[in-house]
Structure formats: C-alpha cells, structure tokens
C-alpha cells in the first residue's frame, strides 16, 4: 500500500490542485500536511518577523477552510510548527510514505527547502500557481518577453489556459489524529484590531477567495469598468 505525504505550501485548495491529483492518482493514501515554518514566526536577523498579524490570521483562516474540506472528503489536515525540511522527513518515517508531493515555488528560500529535501527523498512538484503553465507558453525560458504587454500579445494568441481539474471526490488516508488548528493566541501573537473603515474583511481559504471572485466577474460585473476604477483606490471593487 504506497502511501505519499502531500504537503500543502502556497496552495491551500483541493479544487485546481495538481499535486493533489497526482498524488491520488500514484499512491493508495495520503496524508495531507501543513509545516508552520517557524523561520516566518520569529525575528530574522535584522530583527523583523515576517509573518505579522495580519498574514497570520489570513494564514489560519485558509488553513481551518482546507481542514474543514478535507475532512469532507474523509481525510484531515495535519499541522506541525518547525522547519519544513525537518519536520517533513519525521513524518515520512512515521508514516512510512514513499514520497512528497507538493506545489513548485519559484524563490530563493523556497527553492533551497527543494533542494534540500530532494536530497534524500523522493519529491515531485508541481506548477499550480502560474495561470499559465509555464510548458504551455509559445517560448522557451530565454525568450521570455522582458515587456509584459509583448508577452501577454503572444500568450493570448498561441496559448491556452489549461482546464481546471476538478475536485476530488474522496481523499483516503491512513488513520490520522484529528487536531486542533494553531491559534493566534498559541503562537504568541495578538489578533489584529477590527477597523470599522475597513472595506473588505480579507477572509483567508478558498471559499471566501471564490466568493470574492463571483462577486467580482460575474455577480456585479466591476471587472467591466477595471480601466476606469483600478487608480481610484476607493472602497472593495
């Protein structure tokens, strides 16, 4: 019985989500996992925290959104506070899993957690970020546009968009201890103040994301007059 670790980073959706669905499709359970890198909770050597207030809460708001829905398809999230490239070989020899799956990032910092990992376990990526997947664009790496409005001319016209990929309709798992999320007040930071001048919450997960953009393209239409609102800065759309 393969069993694989899927660990979720900057994609905390199970609709769209190609690692997930290789994942599925190449092992007979996984187990779903979240690393709070705790590189981003503390000072840096310049003394700044990375992570402040506002991103926390946004983070822990998309990551009870994913729980919740994985647990709608018989699995659950698991959660662990440390370093990504520490915590994730422990849970591979916990779990006995064969290999990791996970979305490619494209940054200094993250690539190195790649290629440390990579090291000594089987690790496959995959693009979910990019609305172009980056083998379906109509050049080479080197010949990437260096102006945007050339490259997005030659995209529109001999690119597509590829489909969505649906969600899954079940996620198996091995026997996994159903835990409570992190909190602000755990990790030692104090929640954000409500300003009632605020016009848009930022809830965090997928729900909230895809209501936003119902709202946005489709149920009032603002995206039709972007040109005319985008420097005006005034209120949510």
Do not use: C
Not at 97 to 125: F, G, Q, V
Not at 177 to 183: E, H, K, M, N, Y
Not at 190 to 216: N, Q, S
């Amino acid at each position: 019985m393969a069993t694989a670790l899927l660990w979720f980073r900057n994609d905390l959706r199970l609709y769209d989500n190609p690692a997930l669905q290789a994942a599925l499709q190449e092992n007979t359970q996984i187990v779903p996992v979240y690393i709070l890198d705790e590189r981003y909770l503390t000072e840096d050597r310049w003394g700044i925290v990375r992570t402040g207030p506002f991103r926390l809460q946004f983070l822990l708001e998309s990551l009870a959104d994913l729980k919740e829905h994985l647990e709608e398809k018989g699995s659950t999230l698991l959660v662990r506070k440390g370093i990504p490239e520490t915590e994730l070989p422990k849970l591979v020899a916990e779990y006995n899993a064969n290999a990791i799956y996970a979305s490619k990032e494209y940054t200094h910092e993250e690539i190195k957690m790649e290629e440390a990992l990579a090291e000594d376990h089987s690790l496959y990526l995959y693009h979910s970020s990019p609305l172009m997947h980056p083998d379906d664009v109509p050049f080479d790496t080197q010949g990437v546009p260096d102006v945007y409005t050339q490259f997005r001319k030659k995209v529109e016209k001999y690119a597509e968009v590829r489909e969505a990929i649906p969600t899954p309709e079940a996620i198996p798992s091995p026997v996994l201890t159903r835990t409570a999320l992190p909190t602000m007040e755990g990790l030692g930071v104090t929640p954000p103040p409500r300003d009632e001048r605020g016009v848009m919450p930022f809830k965090g997960g997928a729900v909230a994301g895809d209501d936003r953009l119902d709202h946005y393209l489709w149920n009032s239409d603002r995206v039709a007059t972007y040109k005319e609102t985008r420097n005006g800065l005034i209120g949510a759309d």
